[in-house]
């Protein structure tokens, strides 16, 4: 048996990163980060050690955006204003579902979702590497 070794969540570097999180408190902060670092191994991992930190504070980012909306986000794909109806276009229960609707579900996610869209290409033979990746801005 395999075991994944965590490293340990820096909930005050994070805050400081992203303002909009500061009123989540540490123990849930690290909370998230236990129930993110293994979903996003697989698709951050394959950067370089160096350039992986952005996409880290990007997938926490992610799990926290979706904790402070009770798990509502996503892209509306329909809504009513008579009577207040909304219509997401990934409900809820997508955490088990493909990647992409997890992923899709905040600005944070789809940025991560990106490098998982990279390997894809990879695999395939494509050599298209962006400049963020490799660090060439």
Known sequence: IMAIVIPTFDATAFKLAYPQFANIDDDTLDMLWLQIYPMAMPIIGILKAGLQAPYWSLAEAHAAEIWA?????????????????????????????????????????????????????????????????????
């Open 69 to 137: 909306s009770g798990g509502l986000t996503g892209r509306v794909s329909d809504a009513t204003e008579g009577s207040v109806k909304a219509t997401l276009l990934y409900g809820v229960d997508d955490i088990n579902a493909e990647p992409q609707k997890f992923w899709n579900k905040t600005a944070y996610g789809q940025q991560v979702y990106q490098i998982m869209t990279l390997r894809n290409m990879m695999k395939g033979g494509a050599r298209y590497i962006p400049s963020y990746v490799y660090g060439g801005w």
